[in-house]
């Protein structure tokens, strides 16, 4: 809601959920859960790769820091999921947000290079990871012959 309210992610908040998450997983590991293996590892590499990606190539105007930091926290959280979470969840976001920036620019209320804020985005696309990840994933791989 801050990033929609003020077009920014603090840190504060970003870095105090990251230190929650980072405490819950140890708890999952330490409660007898299966250890996730490298994907959470790689995953946070990809997510990071990605905006940071973004960030560079368009010097900061396509992509705040706010959505920098946030993408290691949400490549953590989905990487523990495992590979569809992650994939579905970083692809989801970008997804989500160009339907929304379509059907703003439709309806008059925005335009090529109005800024919208992308943290929401790439929160619905982690709960599209999170809920739809593997089953989309699953299917994908299926689809194309991969099982």
Same mark, same amino acid.
């Given at each position: ?6 077009? $920014? ?7 105090? /959920? ?18 996730? *293996? ?8 990809? @997510? ?12 900061? $105007? ?8 946030? &993408? ?11 590979? *569809?979470? /992650?994939?579905?969840?970083?692809? *989801? ?15 008059? $209320?925005?335009? $090529? ?10 929160? &619905? #696309? ?6 739809? #990840?593997?089953?989309? @994933? ?10």
């Amino acid at each position: 809601m801050i990033d929609l309210d003020r077009h $920014r992610l603090p840190f504060a908040v970003t870095g105090v /959920t990251a230190l929650l998450v980072a405490v819950g997983l140890a708890v999952d590991l330490v409660a007898g859960s299966a250890a996730p *293996g490298l994907v959470p590892v790689v995953s946070v590499g990809i @997510w990071v790769a990605v905006y940071a990606g973004v960030w560079l190539v368009t010097a900061g $105007r396509g992509m705040g820091l706010g959505d920098v930091a946030l &993408a290691p926290l949400l490549g953590l959280t989905l990487g523990w999921l495992g590979w *569809g979470p /992650t994939l579905v969840g970083l692809l *989801g976001g970008f997804v989500v947000g160009a339907v929304v920036g379509v059907l703003l620019m439709l309806a008059g $209320r925005a335009g $090529r290079r109005t800024r919208v804020p992308h943290g929401p985005f790439m929160l &619905a #696309g982690a709960a599209l990871g999170m809920f739809f #990840g593997q089953p989309l @994933w699953s299917g994908y791989l299926d689809l194309v012959g991969i099982t």
